[in-house]
C-alpha cells in the first residue's frame, strides 16, 4: 500500500542531544513537509521540498536541519539549538506537479520529549 | 503575512448540524483544505475549495467565499466519531505548495 512512514513513533531525548526522525514515502511525490504541533495549536511549517536535493525553511526553521537525498526520504534534526523541542512532529508529502492542487498526506506522526 | 482565524472549540449533540467557520487573509490565494485530526493521531483530508461555493461530499459540506475571505465546513446528523479537531488550511500564491494552517477547532460531539 502507497502511503508515508514516520519513526519513531515516540522519542525522547536528552538536553544538549541532537536526534533525527525518520520519514519515508512511496506515493512518488516530489514534494515533501515537515510541519510542528504544539498542544491546542495548529501545525506550523519547519521546512519544506519540493525536489530531490533542494529544501527550504519554513516559519519556525531555526533549531531543525533536514536533507533530501533521495525523492523517498526527508529526515528530520532536531538540534541542541532548538530551545523547546518537546512536541507533535508531522511529515507530509504532496504532488508537486498536479493542477489543481491535491491534497497533503501526513504520516502518523513523532511525539518527541525532552527529558 | 498570513493569518487564518477559526473557533478554538465548539460543542454539538449527536444528530445535530454544525458549522465550523474560517477566516482568513493571506499573501494569495490558490485554494483552502479542511483537515480531520483525531487526538494524537495524522490529519486526514476532508475537502478542497478552489472556486466560490458549496462543495458536497457526503455528510461534509464546505463553502467558500474569496471576496470575503471566509469558508466553512457544515457537517451534518453528527456522529460520536465527528468529535476531532478540525484545520483549516490555505494555499498562499506562489509555486511552492506549503499550506498555511490555523490553530484548528475542537469538535465535541455530546450524546
Known amino acids: 500500500d502507497g502511503g508515508i512512514t514516520q519513526s519513531p513513533k515516540y522519542l525522547f531525548r536528552k538536553e544538549g542531544q541532537n536526534v533525527t526522525l525518520s520519514c519515508e514515502q512511496n506515493l512518488n511525490h516530489d514534494a515533501m513537509y515537515w510541519y510542528r504541533q504544539d498542544p491546542g495549536q495548529g501545525l506550523r511549517l519547519i521546512y519544506y521540498?519540493?525536489?530531490?536535493?533542494?529544501?527550504q525553511k519554513g516559519d519556525i526553521a531555526e533549531g531543525y536541519s533536514v536533507s533530501r537525498e533521495k525523492k523517498e526520504s526527508f529526515p528530520l534534526t532536531v538540534t541542541s539549538a532548538q530551545k523547546n523541542p518537546t512536541a507533535f512532529y508531522l511529515c507530509a508529502s504532496s504532488d508537486g506537479a498536479a493542477r489543481p492542487y491535491t491534497e497533503a498526506f501526513f504520516g502518523q506522526g513523532t511525539r518527541l520529549t525532552v527529558v | 503575512g498570513q493569518n487564518i482565524d477559526q473557533p478554538t472549540e465548539m460543542t454539538a449533540t449527536e444528530g445535530a448540524i454544525v458549522q465550523i467557520n474560517c477566516t482568513y487573509q493571506t499573501s494569495g490565494f490558490n485554494g483552502l483544505f479542511w483537515y480531520q485530526q483525531h487526538a494524537g493521531e495524522a490529519p486526514t483530508f476532508l475537502s478542497y475549495n478552489v472556486l466560490d461555493g458549496l462543495e458536497e461530499k457526503g455528510r461534509f459540506s464546505s463553502f467558500l467565499s474569496r471576496s470575503k475571505g471566509y469558508s466553512y465546513l457544515l457537517l451534518k446528523e453528527l456522529q460520536m466519531k465527528d468529535s476531532a479537531s478540525y484545520l483549516c488550511a490555505v494555499v498562499p500564491s506562489g509555486s511552492a505548495r506549503q499550506l498555511t494552517f490555523g490553530s484548528g477547532t475542537q469538535l465535541t460531539v455530546l450524546p
Open positions: 521540498s519540493q525536489i530531490v536535493n533542494d529544501f
